[in-house]
């Protein structure tokens, strides 16, 4: 158990609608990564947000967007979903804010879109 | 070209062998990290590394930065070993992976 929890584990929903996932960091780190692994791509990264801020942004769609809040834990929006936008989302966490550090990930979060 | 390659794609062994897997990357990094995806999806932290070697149980990582190279070893494979290895550099940039199947 790596102290990171995402929830839902599983969500399935249709297009063009909007789902919100969740993550609480492990106690203590104050980095939260968003990552997206769809079958054909492997893990790609998406957004991180340090200690309430957005430190670093990867390949973020506009139709998708996050935010790190007071407590820390972090949500990731996503709308007008497409087919495509099915995969596991991870998140992960980490003390520091810049650079490579080691990350702990949570057990993701399985979206199916129909 | 993507920036990080991983070789070979897919590896079988059989239980007791040497395994390597080699992550190439075309950019400069401060830091290479090591994953581990088991079946069932969860994902762990193997190795943290910015130069030379590191040891954990029968896992061993190497990286040479000027030959902008890593490797991932596994000595005395087990099936518990079978997962996917994924490298990642210090842009946050993922090899596609390395699917071990380890049999008995």
């Known amino acids: 158990d790596s102290g990171v929890t995402q929830t839902p584990k599983h969500l399935i929903t249709a297009t063009g609608q909007r789902v919100t996932l969740r993550c609480s960091p492990r106690s203590g780190d104050l980095s939260v990564y968003w990552y997206q692994q769809s079958l054909d791509q492997g893990l790609q990264f998406l957004i991180q947000?340090?200690?309430?801020?957005?430190?670093a942004k990867g390949n973020i769609l506009e139709r998708f967007s996050a935010q790190q809040f007071p407590d820390l834990h972090s949500e990731l929006n996503l709308s007008s979903l497409e087919l495509g936008d099915t995969a596991l989302y991870f998140c992960a966490s980490s003390p520091h804010g810049g650079g490579l550090h080691e990350q702990f990930f949570g057990p993701g979060t399985r979206l199916t879109v129909l | 070209k993507n920036e990080v390659e991983q070789s070979p794609q897919n590896l079988t062994a059989q239980e007791g062998e040497f395994i390597t897997i080699n992550c190439s990357y075309s950019v400069g990094i401060s830091a290479l990290h090591w994953l581990q995806q088991h079946p069932g999806g969860g994902i762990v932290s193997l190795f943290m590394?910015?130069?030379g070697k590191k040891k954990h149980g029968r896992l061993i990582a190497t990286i040479n930065i000027q030959e902008k190279h890593s490797s991932l070893h596994i000595t005395a494979s087990h099936p518990r070993d079978s997962a996917v290895y994924i490298c990642a550099v210090s842009r946050l940039v993922f090899g596609k992976g390395t699917k071990l199947t380890v049999n008995p």
């Open positions: 590394l910015s130069s």
């Open positions: 947000y340090y200690n309430g801020e957005e430190r």
